[in-house]
């Protein structure tokens, strides 16, 4: 059982945890995504381990969360995992196989590399085909710890991702809006075109 006093700290994200660990399946991974609405910049995909003896207070839903708390929280949790691992799956595969299967590419790959393999597999909504019991849950980024803390790494490394970008391409503004369908980000498409980083299938409107 977690300690209470944690849980309560975290609003008692654990039923999913819980459950699965109450059927012998005691290695549960959460799986996460962070970028699939973007105009620019690949779809990034986390899974990860939890140690549940090793807690992390204020993880919730990452769009929950401010940047800086996030941050705080990517560190700490990196600390605390057991295993975790990040996947980009870039702009040109998700013009080629749309956005949504390049997320359970993105998402499987993630599972697919994690040491010690999970005995089950919690997933914010999306079903994936991978050797484990996999959970899918609506919403889970706001009811399960594992795909909570998932998602903070996801987001942050995305984030990142576009941070890095934007050096490459200062035009855009991709430090600002992330790749995300501003209006300013709209308008730097139509007076500067397409940059490499830019999704075909999804800026066909504006170009």
Do not use: Q
């Not at 595969?93 to 998402?107: G, H, S, W």
Request: charged share 25%.
């Amino acid at each position: 059982m977690f300690l209470e006093i944690m849980k309560s700290e975290i609003n008692n994200l654990f039923s999913y945890e819980e459950a699965c660990i109450s059927e012998g399946l005691n290695l549960v991974a959460g799986v996460d995504e962070a970028g699939r609405g973007p105009l620019a910049g690949p779809v990034t995909a986390v899974a990860v381990i939890c140690d549940f003896k090793k807690i992390t207070p204020r993880v919730n839903d990452s769009k929950k969360l401010s940047d800086r708390v996030r941050r705080l929280l990517y560190d700490e949790l990196k600390e605390s995992l057991i295993d975790y691992k990040i996947v980009n799956v870039s702009e040109t595969v998700i013009d080629e196989v749309n956005i949504l299967n390049a997320t359970k590419m993105a998402m499987s790959e993630a599972v697919l590399n994690l040491n010690p393999k999970p005995n089950a597999v919690l997933v914010d909504a999306v079903k994936l085909n991978i050797p484990f019991k996999t959970i899918p849950i609506i919403h889970g980024d706001a009811l399960s710890y594992s795909i909570a803390s998932a998602s903070i790494i996801a987001k942050v490394s995305r984030d990142d991702y576009m941070l890095a970008l934007s050096k490459e391409y200062p035009e855009y503004g991709f430090e600002i809006h992330k790749g995300y369908g501003t209006k300013h980000h709209i308008e730097m498409i139509k007076k500067f075109g397409a940059c490499p980083a830019h999704r075909a299938s999804f800026i066909k409107k504006f170009v």
